[in-house]
């Protein structure tokens, strides 16, 4: 699996203060993921991506560079995030599952305005990769340019938008399409995907049928990001996020080792002027900077503000003692942390196939209700 973060700021960063120079960056990830478990592939290093938007005198579009080289040895990366700044950036690195080693299918993704990137994986792929694509509208099937799911599910996305209303295509407002639209055109994906995955007759149900959806996407003005498992018994991939007013190097931090660099999230204030996406942490010297985003919800970030909301489908569960088992994220080489950032190596429940789909608990008259109010939000 992957890795991926995103900086939304009030003011511009240089890239490689978040890409390069943290003890635990998303450079050092790509060859010490700390909370990676799969130790078949212990490395990320099926090439890279950076996405950041420019003065909007150069246009909405973000600039991406994407490499197939690992990030750990690409010296223009170390270039380029040397001496480039932006107020919004998403990272990723590559552990493919899907699609083979080529720039076209490195994230992030991008179409117009928008950006997009994932970690995880579409259960049952194989099966519903015909359909997903018979489901989209031209414009957005002749888009996809690679052979991962991932861009796959950014097509679906724009499709899912475009079918609201919102077509991808036109120019947004001075804001962007706004955080609302996006949201609920990711949670229409998310249904999209469970439903072509539900429709897999039962013949050709010879594989694992769970998705991993950790999805980040932005129009260059709102974030919104998901952590997501289709099941009820299992967690989902690890995202966590930080927010502060100023993201700085500590000059005399005793945990680093020559040529290493300690930041930390300082707040002055209540407000945020900074706020950090990541799969893993960039830091781990201080539990309270890193704030575990719960299972199966949305994280959108509007104007610095963080909002959290759950994603209310069959797989949701309304009991906060709710338990889930960290074994299927560990088998595709993701794990689970605790809120001290500790790996949970041992599984908490039961372990589910995904063939199943229970209802965690929701009766359906009840989830129809929560999900018709999610709809009309």
């Known amino acids: 699996m992957c890795r991926f973060l995103v900086y939304k700021g009030k003011d511009e960063i240089l890239l490689s203060k978040l890409i390069l120079d943290p003890t635990h960056s998303i450079l050092t990830q790509s060859y010490d993921s700390r909370l990676r478990l799969d130790h078949r592939r212990p490395h990320n290093g099926d090439g890279f991506g950076v996405g950041y938007y420019t003065s909007p005198l150069l246009g909405p579009e973000p600039c991406i560079f994407t490499s197939t080289i690992p990030a750990w040895n690409c010296i223009n990366l170390e270039r380029l995030a040397s001496k480039t700044t932006s107020s919004l950036i998403f990272a990723h690195v590559r552990a493919t599952t899907e699609g083979n080693l080529s720039d076209s299918n490195c994230h992030p993704f991008r179409y117009r305005s928008l950006m997009f990137m994932h970690n995880g994986g ?77 429709e897999i007759p039962e013949d050709l149900r010879t594989e694992d049928l769970r998705s991993l959806l950790n999805f980040a996407v932005t129009d260059g003005h709102s974030v919104v990001c998901t952590r997501y498992v289709s099941s ?49 942490p960039l830091t781990f010297e201080r ?81 129809d209700v929560a999900m018709s109010r999610l709809r009309a939000e």
């Open 122 to 198: 579409i259960g049952g792929w194989k099966h519903v990769k015909r359909r997903l694509a018979g489901s989209l509208g031209d414009a957005w099937f002749i888009n996809v340019q690679g052979s991962t799911d991932s861009e796959w599910a950014f097509a679906l996305f724009l499709d899912s938008m475009d079918r609201m209303g919102h077509s991808p295509d036109k120019e947004p407002s001075e804001g962007g399409f706004g955080h609302t639209v996006l949201r609920k055109a990711i949670l229409r994906t998310i249904e999209r995907i469970n439903t072509l995955i539900a």
């Open 232 to 280: 009820c018994t299992d967690e989902a991939a690890s995202l966590f996020f930080s927010s502060g007013t100023s993201w700085k190097e500590q000059k005399h931090s005793k945990v680093c080792q020559d040529g290493e660099k300690d930041y930390k999230m300082e707040r002055r204030d209540k407000g945020s002027d900074i706020v950090l996406v990541a799969s893993e």
């Open 287 to 367: 539990a309270d900077n890193w704030v575990t985003v719960p299972t199966n919800s949305t994280l959108t970030i509007c104007k610095q503000t963080v909002m959290i909301h759950p994603i209310i489908d069959k797989f949701y569960s309304p009991n906060p003692a709710h338990s889930r088992s960290a074994q299927f994220a560990q088998t595709k080489g993701q794990t689970i942390t605790g809120p001290d950032k500790t790996v949970i190596s041992q599984p908490v429940a039961r372990e589910n196939s995904g063939a199943a789909t229970p209802n965690c608990g929701v009766a359906n008259d009840k989830l």
